[in-house]
């Protein structure tokens, strides 16, 4: 599936007021898939050291029911395209909503760790399928003068889902008395941390019946009746319909589906521009950002921090999550791609590299000195901060701009799956890592934080401003 937005070419095409309520209700509403998206991908953080002790594991095995949801994600991403396009952007939300809502459901309520395994992973799926569909459909759905606004609802979504996962574990091991295992409805507090997403997940599906199928989706099998409709409420009625549907179905007949063989070429394999897409996304997860999101109510507990403040901190580096990426949407298109994502290479240096020293100084009476603490503490936000601010959202915007129109769908893809096969390592490792050293661990990712700085530098082109057809 692929999605190849028109600039707007008058303004007859701007969308008027009285639409754009209905149009903004719509992009919200597919962006619910990205709210699970964080909520699932980082609710997991609540319940690690629970699943350590109800399972007796290492942290070997642990690492490996953490990360396992990544596979998931990765085909789920990779099959999302082919199914939407089989029966439409919405059927495949509403198979989205269901994944999410057994996933919740059977984590929330295991026999055994291999089968909370098995619902981490179809919950993967369903990110993965979240992933790809929100994003084409409301670029597809959306007026052209307001689609790079409301494309934004998606990444926006996606790290409010993150805050309220955090904010919500609190709450629960709150009422729990601060014990993860505390009883609780019932249920261990960890087993309804998982299981509270089963509530978005409804109003997802919910919200799917709600909005309308994409356009695109209904002039390719034939119904330009309805898409014409579609276009009215969406666009208003002052645009040629007619013109419109033309335009749409001579986009679509335009543009080449890029397979991987059209990837090969030059010295190594790939040609040297994906090899720059694939060094962006492998960059982009390597200084270990979804350690922040997976594991740190573990490591705060680590170095003495009590449970429940552990879990207030990774509900406030969820805040500052959302702050950084508000930041990077407003500037993203003022300062330029490049500079955003060195300024955020540098910042990331500064956080990882002073965690790196306070997590050198040995535990005592099972804390971190005074000092080390806060340093630890504040540096995890500063590291946070700048990763949001630029890479956490540079990243995406610049694979969706940076490839030739002929090897786009198909570079993305690769680019994409080198991101997913990235994060699995950095979180199936991080358990056995920081067992073995965590001041070396982070140290690990200080230098791929610096590594990236020269690499942006000598290889990554700018972007902003240029048309998608100037890429090449």
Same mark, same amino acid.
């Given at each position: 599936?692929?999605?190849?937005?028109?600039?707007?070419?008058?303004?007859?095409?701007?969308?008027?007021?009285?639409?754009?309520?209905?149009?903004?209700?719509?992009?919200?509403?597919?962006?619910?898939?990205?709210?699970?998206?964080?909520?699932?991908?980082?609710?997991?953080?609540?319940?690690?050291?629970?699943?350590?002790?109800?399972?007796?594991?290492?942290?070997?095995?642990?690492?490996?029911?953490?990360?396992?949801?990544?596979?998931?994600?990765?085909?789920?991403?990779?099959?999302?395209?082919?199914?939407?396009?089989?029966?439409?952007?919405?059927?495949?939300?509403?198979?989205?909503?269901?994944?999410?809502?057994?996933?919740?459901?059977?984590?929330?309520?295991?026999?055994?760790?291999?089968?909370?395994?098995?619902?981490?992973?179809? &919950?993967? @799926?369903?990110? &993965?399928?979240?992933?790809?569909?929100?994003?084409?459909?409301?670029?597809?759905?959306?007026?052209?003068? !307001?689609?790079?606004?409301?494309?934004?609802?998606?990444?926006?979504?996606?790290?409010? &889902?993150?805050?309220?996962?955090?904010?919500?574990?609190?709450?629960?091991? %709150?009422?729990?008395?601060?014990?993860?295992?505390?009883?609780?409805?019932?249920?261990?507090?960890?087993?309804?941390?998982?299981?509270?997403?089963?509530?978005?997940?409804?109003?997802?599906?919910?919200?799917?019946?709600?909005?309308?199928?994409?356009?695109? !989706?209904?002039?390719?099998?034939?119904?330009?009746?309805?898409?014409?409709?579609?276009?009215?409420?969406?666009? &208003? /009625? %002052?645009?040629?319909?007619?013109?419109?549907?033309?335009?749409?179905?001579?986009?679509?007949?335009?543009?080449?589906?890029?397979?991987? /063989?059209?990837?090969?070429?030059?010295?190594?394999?790939?040609?040297?521009?994906?090899?720059?897409?694939?060094?962006?996304?492998?960059?982009?997860?390597?200084?270990?950002?979804?350690?922040?999101?997976?594991?740190?109510?573990?490591?705060?507990?680590?170095?003495?921090?009590?449970?429940?403040?552990?879990?207030?901190?990774?509900?406030?580096?969820?805040?500052?999550?959302?702050?950084?990426?508000?930041?990077?949407?407003?500037?993203?298109?003022?300062?330029?791609?490049?500079?955003?994502?060195?300024?955020?290479?540098?910042?990331?240096?500064?956080?990882?590299?002073?965690?790196?020293?306070?997590?050198?100084?040995?535990?005592?009476?099972?804390?971190?000195?005074?000092?080390?603490?806060?340093?630890?503490?504040?540096?995890?936000?500063?590291?946070?901060?700048? @990763?949001?601010?630029?890479?956490?959202?540079?990243?995406?915007?610049?694979?969706?701009?940076?490839?030739? %129109?002929?090897?786009?769908?198909?570079?993305?893809?690769?680019?994409?799956?080198?991101?997913?096969?990235?994060?699995?390592?950095?979180?199936?490792?991080?358990?056995?890592?920081?067992?073995? %050293?965590?001041?070396?661990? !982070?140290?690990?990712?200080?230098?791929?934080?610096?590594?990236?700085?020269?690499?942006?530098?000598? @290889?990554? /082109?700018?972007?902003?401003? /240029?048309?998608?057809?100037?890429?090449?």
């Amino acid at each position: 599936m692929t999605s190849t937005p028109q600039a707007p070419q008058s303004g007859a095409r701007t969308a008027h007021p009285e639409h754009l309520g209905h149009v903004v209700f719509i992009a919200a509403a597919a962006a619910m898939g990205g709210f699970l998206f964080g909520y699932d991908s980082s609710v997991i953080n609540g319940a690690v050291e629970a699943i350590r002790d109800r399972y007796d594991i290492g942290s070997a095995a642990l690492a490996q029911v953490i990360a396992v949801a990544l596979i998931g994600c990765a085909i789920g991403a990779a099959t999302a395209g082919r199914i939407a396009d089989r029966i439409g952007r919405i059927r495949c939300m509403q198979i989205a909503a269901v994944l999410f809502t057994v996933s919740a459901i059977g984590s929330a309520l295991p026999f055994a760790l291999w089968d909370l395994a098995f619902w981490r992973v179809v &919950g993967g @799926f369903a990110i &993965g399928m979240a992933s790809v569909i929100g994003p084409a459909y409301i670029a597809e759905v959306a007026p052209p003068a !307001y689609r790079g606004r409301l494309g934004s609802f998606q990444q926006a979504a996606i790290v409010v &889902g993150i805050a309220v996962s955090q904010l919500v574990n609190w709450g629960i091991l %709150n009422a729990a008395d601060g014990d993860q295992r505390g009883e609780l409805m019932g249920l261990e507090a960890w087993q309804v941390m998982l299981g509270v997403m089963v509530v978005p997940a409804v109003l997802y599906g919910l919200l799917s019946f709600a909005i309308p199928e994409s356009p695109r !989706y209904l002039i390719s099998v034939g119904k330009h009746e309805r898409a014409r409709q579609i276009l009215e409420e969406v666009e &208003g /009625k %002052n645009i040629d319909l007619t013109a419109r549907v033309t335009e749409i179905e001579s986009a679509m007949h335009r543009e080449e589906k890029s397979s991987f /063989k059209d990837l090969l070429g030059g010295s190594f394999f790939f040609k040297p521009i994906v090899w720059i897409g694939i060094g962006l996304s492998v960059f982009q997860q390597f200084v270990g950002i979804n350690v922040a999101f997976y594991y740190s109510s573990t490591l705060w507990q680590s170095v003495g921090v009590d449970p429940t403040d552990s879990f207030l901190y990774s509900f406030t580096t969820s805040i500052i999550n959302i702050v950084g990426t508000v930041i990077a949407m407003i500037f993203v298109d003022r300062i330029g791609r490049k500079p955003l994502a060195i300024i955020g290479s540098v910042g990331m240096v500064i956080g990882l590299a002073l965690e790196a020293w306070a997590f050198s100084f040995d535990l005592v009476d099972g804390q971190l000195p005074a000092t080390q603490g806060w340093v630890a503490l504040i540096a995890a936000h500063v590291f946070v901060l700048f @990763f949001a601010l630029s890479w956490g959202v540079v990243v995406w915007v610049m694979l969706g701009e940076m490839f030739p %129109n002929r090897i786009r769908a198909a570079a993305l893809g690769v680019a994409a799956a080198a991101q997913w096969i990235a994060n699995w390592a950095i979180t199936a490792s991080f358990p056995s890592l920081a067992d073995w %050293n965590l001041s070396a661990t !982070y140290v690990i990712y200080t230098v791929f934080a610096a590594l990236s700085i020269p690499f942006v530098l000598k @290889f990554v /082109k700018e972007t902003k401003g /240029k048309a998608l057809e100037e890429m090449g």
